[in-house]
């Protein structure tokens, strides 16, 4: 089966910096992709890796291995407005998207 | 300023009776889906329009359909909503499948089955 996984919860103060990590087993990969998603809102679009390696993207950055089936997202210089869940989604060979649950990031003063 | 816009943003409905959601987009963009998403759970794809083509996901079940009678409009019918139904309801676009194509969502109708 296609299964991504990633943490349920993560704590982190204001002003640091935190990783999110998500693993995947898909059928196939044609790119990920991670999206912010405040409470009661739509899923917002922050980065989309098909290649190795780091894309950087402002406060935010997102690192593929594909060999590893493994991504992560790194925030730097977090705001309270960070707080939020991000969640990974990849697509596979039939170019259907695979979501993950989503890590709630929870940002502490 | 284009987007993708959902109606209502929230609705409640009783146990049985028929409820329509609505998802319009000035993208123009020529794909379109319909996700569920319960609390604390990823995005369930439930169907899909390549243009004018339906997609429909093996295991959406058979209470829901959906209609696309142009390309900027998108409707979800729950014939028959179970308590199990109560979920928020996503709309999204992009312009292609393949390729570095983001799907943009609407802001979501949130609906409660009583």
């Known amino acids: 089966g296609q299964n991504i996984d990633q943490p349920t919860e993560m704590t982190a103060t204001e002003g640091a910096i935190v990783q999110i990590n998500c693993t995947y087993q898909t059928s196939g990969f044609n790119g990920l992709f991670w999206y912010q998603q405040h409470a009661g809102e739509a899923p917002t679009f922050l980065s989309y890796?098909?290649l190795d390696g780091l894309e950087e993207k402002g406060r935010f950055s997102s690192f593929l291995s594909r060999s590893k089936g493994y991504s992560y997202l790194l925030l730097k210089e977090l705001q309270m407005k960070d707080s939020a869940s991000y969640l990974c989604?990849?697509?596979?060979?039939?170019?259907?998207?695979?979501w993950g649950a989503g890590t709630k990031l929870i940002i502490k003063p | 300023d284009a987007m993708v816009i959902q109606n209502p943003r929230y609705q409640v409905t009783q146990f049985g009776k028929p409820v329509t959601l609505s998802c319009s987009q000035t993208l123009n963009h020529n794909v379109m889906y319909w996700y569920q998403q319960k609390s604390s759970q990823a995005p369930k794809l439930l169907f899909h329009y390549y243009d004018k083509d339906f997609n429909n996901e093996a295991d959406t079940p058979d209470n829901f359909q959906s209609r696309r009678p142009n390309t900027s409009f998108c409707f979800l019918d729950i014939r028959s909503p179970g308590l199990g139904d109560t979920a928020m309801y996503l709309c999204a676009t992009s312009l292609q499948v393949e390729g570095y194509n983001e799907q943009f969502f609407g802001p979501g109708t949130r609906l409660t089955v009583l």
């Open positions: 890796n098909v």
């Open positions: 989604a990849v697509r596979d060979s039939n170019y259907q998207l695979i």
